[in-house]
């Protein structure tokens, strides 16, 4: 094997989010002599980018003082909030709209566009940003420090062969790597193991959350209006709830998520999305319309007694791959961002990742997480308990003596014939997409079938014996796109695995009850190709 060709830097960071990007843009104004790299597995910046998204803009003020002149494309002032309990039928609108979900001053945005607005930016300050480049593993040096990543190699073949157009990945070299991949990145997914960076903090926890972005008729839009709503088709004991985020040009932002802790087997997030567009209240609004785009994507939900040690040897976490978005806000970016800045203001200092870990822990990013940290684990205890904890917590600061645990959402699957199945009672669609694979049309999802299948199931035999026995294959259910599929031939039941279709949610990755599921990065420029999300 010849050696590798490799690049150095002062600063490799993987992933172009707003964690990411604010980042290299902060760096570069107080340190413009430094070299720093951005790269990104998606084909365009924003490309894989998914979220509501309501913004607070305060991070976004101090990085960039002027934007406000020179706004994103997408870019609405937040208006009216509100907040609703569905029942089947109807619903209640809550006279008052909880403290964290009051938008006033606050922008909705599509958060791929706002990225891809972010990136020139970048560059104009002289950052280097590599869109299609998938970080397939850790550089190491030889002390065992993280020394960069290695881009995946270009051109294998699914048997793993080497196709006419095979190019070997090369290896970024870095004094300091920044990792920014967002909710269960797959690099911080091995560096917290190989460092033990969770080792004094409780797991993570996660949701799925799925939209579309709709074109409706004239008139049917109030740019600005937010709507938030819990309750149906959500059972009392299953976390869920949706978004409707009114954009301009007659467009809406329509999306629905689920913690994934639920502990029904048979629950399915998309079917539970495509019901709430069914709801009384909601399909009016869209019928006669058309979707533009569709996709989902893992959130991040453990909050402040999930955050694993943000700082190793030759590397730091920020964004959403630390684990910093507040729950009860529905919001991220204003932390992602944050935290970047915060890296950027750390290593200007001294291009050096030790003391990182207890900056951020003394940062209002971590003060802001504190005061909600009991919110989410409150509804493990049911929708009413959850309710009355938030509201206790919302009323005392977070200044409760006390902090609820975080478990890991593999657990939490009651096995089959040993929970009641709650009464569904779904109605009949008929607003589109009519399936998931419909729905993967709309993410514009694009990989090349031959290449290895970068969803790497070690036990294929525990599949069709025992997960069928005790979940009934839960996996052909909790992914948004299709990709699980039991199929029987002249051999028997096997698993088949539609790599094709994957969207990057990670959500095998979380909920596989079994933890025998594990994403790797496919080719670098495969994936969803999101348009606004």
Known sequence: ?????????????????????????????????????????????GAHILSGAVIEPQPLDELLPGWRENPPPICVPAGQDEFWLLSKTGGIRFPIVPPGMNNHGNFIVSL????????????????????????????????????????????????????????????????????????????TKQLVQRFALDRDCDPQGYSIGIKELWQLPAGRVTPGRIVHTFGWPADSKTYGGSFIYHLDKDRVAIGYVSGLDYSD??????EAFQQFKHHPMIKPLLEGGSILSAGAR?????????????????????????????????????????????????????????GFDAKLRASAVMKELRRVRNVKPGFKKGLWFGLLNAAWETATAGLSPWTLKNHPDWSSLHKLGQYRPPRRDYVERTLPPRDRLAGVYFAATEHDEDQPVHLKVADTSICVTRCVEEYGNPCTRFCPAGVYEIVEDAS????????????HCKTCDIKDPYEIITWVPPEGGSGPNYQNL
């Open 1 to 45: 094997m010849s050696e590798r060709e490799f690049m150095e830097y002062d600063v490799v960071t993987v992933g172009a989010g707003p964690a990411g990007l604010a980042f290299a843009i902060r760096l570069k104004q107080l340190k413009p002599e430094l070299s720093v790299c951005v790269i990104e597995k998606a084909s365009t910046i």
């Open 112 to 187: 791929g566009a706002l990225c891809a607005w972010l990136a020139p930016q970048a560059e104009a300050l002289g950052v280097e940003i590599y869109p299609g480049f998938a970080a397939a593993e850790p550089y190491f040096n030889e002390d065992g420090s993280v020394g960069g990543v290695r881009i995946g190699d270009m051109g294998v073949a699914r048997d793993g062969s080497h196709k006419p157009g095979y190019t070997q990945g090369i290896d970024i070299r870095a004094k300091v790597t920044v990792l920014a991949e967002g909710a269960r990145g797959h690099l």
């Open 265 to 270: 087997p048979l629950y399915q997030p998309y």
């Open 298 to 354: 893992a959130i991040v939900t453990g909050g402040w007694q999930s955050l694993p040690k943000v700082e190793m040897p030759g590397a730091l976490l920020i964004g959403d791959t630390a684990g910093l978005l507040n729950v009860p806000k529905i919001k991220g970016t204003h932390q992602a961002m944050r935290s970047g800045m915060l890296a950027a203001e750390h290593l200007a200092d001294g291009l050096s990742p030790q």
């Open 492 to 503: 028997g039941k096997r698993l088949q695995i539609n790599a094709a279709n994957c969207v």
